[in-house]
């Protein structure tokens, strides 16, 4: 970080505490000043969702993205506290046209991290992308190899997908989600032998219009994992979740449906998270076009939900990703949205918990940014704090690619 932008970080700092301590008026005024842009990687076109798992063993969350226009999946290492506000270094782990969605998994069981990229449009087919044993190759693209999931082909616009033990059997299987015709909820089994790819066979469990999240949970506390999702068209839209039935009965079976909420809304991407400390998992959701909702979970059993709504934040895009996490530390779960149809708005703001139903918004991005996208909550430059990473699809034409807003609300001390 250069002397101005340290100089910069703790001008806001002293901003924000001086806002937080002499009233509404001169909080009002320090919140919007935008927070410190990084930028991650801006060499293709169409970023479009981030998902981070550690890949290398070194405590650092890495990061994998597809490039929906550009029609390349890639992969990006953590170079480390000091230098994460630089290009992270980075390897295109294969060509996917139309790509929504990456997301790691070692999916042949050899120990290595590998992708599965998910892809809509006319290529209708899900990608695994292989990665080489030796980690010292990790970022050698000619040690890749991507090789098409067979019972994916041609079957359904894929538009999401993440690794999830089902069964209790072998290692983690896949659930994935698709758009459009025929559209719907799959599971993927992982066989005995992963590394035979024509062996991963998919069960069909919903019916869906366009899946935006899916997330693991075992919501009836059953010992299996059942799943969360969003569904923003069709009969079936709305934020839902289906009820994993066993291991006697999930091959075959469509999986119970129950509805949490938004059925009324073209629901967008979700997040879980307990946000009244009741012990139980609540669901947060934006909806188009300016609709932010929290879904109340107010049985143990998942059966009856309480929604609650939440003020959308003014000059911003319309609502598409929500994450949760404690942003300035006060023990209070605080809320962060990015939003799509942004020129010349806020793309990215947080919601600050004032407790009592009162939520105070406060600026992230700027104007700067037309299309945002799914968000992550971590410490990406070890000053304990959780900074944003999303990724911009339409600024300038290209996007501003894959990035990261750094928290102003803690100084380094290294």
Known sequence: MSY???????????????????GDSASA???????VRHTIDDSSRGADGVKVRDVNGDGLLDITTGWEEGGVTRVYIHPGY???????????VGKTPS????????????????????????TRCMFVHLAPEDFDMYLNPQEWETEPLPDTM???????????????????DLVIGSKGENASVDWIMAPGKPENLDQWHRYPISQAGWIMSLIGSDIDADGDNDIILSDR?????????????????????QWQNHFIGGRDLEVMF??????????LDDVVVTARRRHLFWFERISREGARWRRHNIPFPGNMGYGKAVAVGDINKDGLPDIVITGAEAAGKSGVKWLENESGGKWRPHEISGI???????????????????????CEEREGGAGLGVIWYENPLTTKSH
């Open 4 to 22: 101005l932008e340290k100089l910069y970080k703790v001008f806001l700092c002293f901003c924000l505490c001086m806002g937080h301590g002499l």
């Open 29 to 35: 005024n320090a919140v919007e000043t935008p927070w």
């Open 82 to 92: 000091s230098d994460a506000g630089t290009k992270w270094p980075a390897v295109t």
């Open 99 to 122: 790509v929504e969605d990456a997301v790691f998994c070692d999916l042949n069981a050899d120990g290595a991290v590998d992708v599965v990229s998910s892809c809509e449009g006319n």
């Open 154 to 172: 041609g079957q359904a616009q894929w538009m999401f997908a993440i690794p999830l033990q089902v069964d209790n059997r072998n290692g983690p």
């Open 233 to 253: 068209r069709g009969q079936l839209r709305g934020v839902r979740w289906l009820e994993n039935p066993g291991e006697n009965g999930n091959r075959r079976t």
């Open 270 to 279: 979700i997040d879980v998270a307990d946000m009244n400390a009741d012990g």
């Open 368 to 390: 700067k940014g037309i299309k945002f996208d799914r968000i992550e909550l971590f410490d990406l430059d070890g000053d304990i704090d959780l900074d944003v990473l999303t």
